[in-house]
């Protein structure tokens, strides 16, 4: 396990997080920034430990529908057993992981602790998840998940707004015309029909927008029900927008 997850992550991390040099380890020792676990300069950034939770978190299959782990046989005219009977506005779902263990703690670390350095590697393994499907072929605009003004205030910075602009996709722009027109309450302590409620025409599109006929990749770091990806893509859809994928950190199971 750990020789797999150091193989596939090592470079997301190499010359990103700074972290002590090897003659620094025999009188400060690194420490893992997740579980803060002594490192060395041959473990690249994480713990073995560490490695080993994020390669089981990114590892599994998923439906492209709805972003939920199913195996490849549970899928079913292009959708799994969860959203058979389930319509979205969005055409699709491009994720990096599930919820759990080490990708999670990376992205509540840079939600709630302020720890922006996690935005690098992070958008670095969005690209990787966009163009393990070809996704960086067919899209036109990269468009992060809006905050509401006071929460951007409060926070300091829009998650979703980082990890798009460091995505860097040659020749793809990210475009902040999509806004949150009304603020809301917070989504995780809502159930699935009060968070489509919560967000229901929260969005809107800003005059003289440049979605009319686009592919647009919309940019949020974790879904849950689906609901507020759902309202934004209603908004871009409503503009002109022809397909809208959305594009993940993460997939959490309210149920």
């Known amino acids: 396990m750990w020789s797999q997850a150091k193989e596939r992550w090592v470079g997301l991390f190499h010359r990103i997080i700074p972290f002590y040099q090897a003659g620094g380890h025999f009188l400060w020792p690194g420490r893992c920034p ?16 560490c490695w080993g939770d994020l390669a089981g978190a990114v590892s ?39 919820y759990e263990s080490t990708l999670r703690s990376m992205i509540l670390s840079l939600k709630f602790s302020e720890k922006t350095e996690f935005a690098a590697p992070l958008a670095t393994m969005l690209r990787q998840a ?19 003004w006071r929460r951007r205030i409060k926070r300091g910075f829009n998650q979703s707004y980082l990890l798009a602009k460091r995505v860097k996709l040659p020749r793809i722009p990210v475009s902040t015309d999509l806004v949150r027109v009304r603020h809301t309450k917070r989504q995780w302590d809502l159930n699935t029909a009060q968070r489509q409620r919560n967000v229901k025409g ?54």
């Open 34 to 49: 997740i579980c803060r676990e002594s490192i060395l300069p041959d473990d690249e950034g994480l713990c073995r430990s």
């Open 202 to 255: 929260a969005f809107a599109v800003r005059k003289g927008h440049p979605f009319a006929g686009k592919t647009v990749a919309l940019v949020d770091d974790i879904t849950t029900s689906g609901a507020t990806l759902t309202e934004c893509a209603k908004a871009l859809k409503q503009a002109g927008a022809q397909k809208v994928i959305s594009v993940v950190l993460a997939t959490a199971y309210h149920d």
């Open 60 to 98: 599994a299959d998923y439906c492209r529908r709805c972003g939920r782990d199913v195996s490849v046989f549970g899928i079913v005219g292009g959708k799994c057993g969860h959203c058979q009977e389930i319509e979205f506005e969005y055409d699709g779902v491009i994720r990096v992981g599930s």
């Open 130 to 148: 966009m163009t393990g499907v070809r996704l960086s072929e067919q899209i036109d605009m990269l468009v992060p998940v809006p905050l509401h």
